[in-house]
């Protein structure tokens, strides 16, 4: 496995590679945010480890370019900035998981293998057959889901949404991506397709009673889970 570990302090990259290391995995340090970000561009990671607060260019920078460029490379944040609103932006940014300085070392190692062990690309998402995320599992295989002991019939299109959001679960997903996921990067239909097919998901699985999972973001996309 290849990680990038961009951090502008020594002090912390030193030890944490060589941790690292011993885990078996290989790493790649970048001391500064435009090297960082030409490096996960080029490179082909498996795992970025960011500082949010870099010289020239910002860890969120880093992230939204990825991420604007369809690259869903999981990224773990490593920063000071421990707010709520800091981390909802970081979550916003495209950013996977968030680890507030200082940190215990098991901590971030546990954290790294848990990013490691999801799917990250369209491709890879697609070919898992059972998802869960809270009280709903997906079965794409089959086409259903079940909820609460009782069993949701999905269309195709249905089914391929949802399989999107419960692979990232908790990350905004901008329509733009979900548009590319659904349709492809070809011709691509109205806003109102989209929020009509989030719609009728709705209605299957958010039964009277229970507790919504596909959440509006104002004017970028869906959050996906128990909020």
């Not at 990259?13 to 941790?19: I, K, N, Y």
């Not at 790493?27 to 490096?39: T, Y």
């Not at 295989?141 to 069993?151: D, K, L, P, T, W």
């Given at each position: 496995m290849q990680i990038l570990l961009v951090d502008d302090e020594p002090e912390l990259?030193?030890?944490?590679?060589?941790?690292l290391n011993r885990e078996g995995y290989n790493?790649?340090?970048?001391?500064?945010?435009?090297?960082?970000?030409?490096?996960a561009i080029q490179g082909n990671y498996d795992l970025l480890i960011l500082d949010w607060m870099l010289p020239q260019k910002t860890g969120l920078e880093i992230c939204q370019k990825l991420r604007s460029r369809h690259d869903y490379t999981p990224v773990l944040f490593l920063t000071a900035k421990d707010t709520v609103d800091d981390r909802v932006a970081g979550l916003d940014g495209g950013a996977d998981d968030y680890l507030v300085k200082p940190f215990e070392l098991r901590e971030l190692l546990a954290r790294v293998r848990a990013l490691l062990r999801r799917p990250h690309t369209i491709e890879a998402a697609t070919t898992q057959q059972n998802l869960q995320v809270g009280d709903l599992e997906l079965d794409t295989?089959?086409?259903?889901?079940?909820?609460?002991?009782?069993?949701i019939n999905l269309s195709e299109k249905e089914c391929k949404l949802l399989a999107y959001f419960m692979n990232y679960p908790g990350q905004l997903l901008?329509?733009?991506?979900i548009y590319e996921y659904l349709w492809g990067e070809g011709e691509q239909p109205s806003s109102n397709v989209l929020a009509a097919q989030v719609r009728l998901l709705r209605r299957k699985i958010e039964a009277t009673g229970e507790?919504?999972?596909?959440?509006?973001?104002?004017?970028?996309?869906?959050?996906?889970?128990?909020?």
């Open positions: 990259t030193s030890p944490l590679s060589r941790a790493v790649d340090v970048a001391d500064n945010g435009e090297m960082g970000c030409q490096m295989e089959n086409q259903v889901a079940y909820r609460s002991g009782q069993i901008t329509h733009q991506q507790s919504p999972l596909i959440h509006t973001v104002y004017r970028k996309g869906y959050r996906f889970g128990e909020l």
